[in-house]
């Protein structure tokens, strides 16, 4: 999930960076996606014991989202891990609602 949200983070920039009139919706949704989903997540790794006095972490992968529409399949997946993690319900409702 947090590799997902991360290249969503990356596609989000690039969007930023076209031709355009108007910026104000995505530099909207960039916030929200650092602010709401990807530090959530990451702090939610960052407490999740992996054994041996360790925790998990982001790893910064690249994820690919296939032929999907980025957002709405970044949102399907959160709905799936909040189903399997509740604290991060949080998440799932914010990209619901962006």
Request: net charge negative; no cysteine; charged share 15%.
């Amino acid at each position: 999930m947090f590799n997902a949200a991360y290249r969503y983070l990356f596609l989000t920039m690039h969007e930023m960076f076209q031709p355009g009139p108007t910026k104000d919706a995505v530099v909207g949704e960039l916030y929200a996606v650092m602010s709401n989903v990807l530090s959530p997540l990451a702090h939610h790794l960052m407490r999740t014991p992996i054994g041996d006095g360790r925790v998990a972490g982001p790893t910064f992968e690249v994820y690919e989202f296939g032929d999907d529409e980025p957002r709405e399949h970044l949102s399907a997946l959160a709905t799936a891990v909040a189903a399997a993690e509740p604290a991060l319900q949080s998440v799932a409702d914010s990209l619901a609602t962006m």
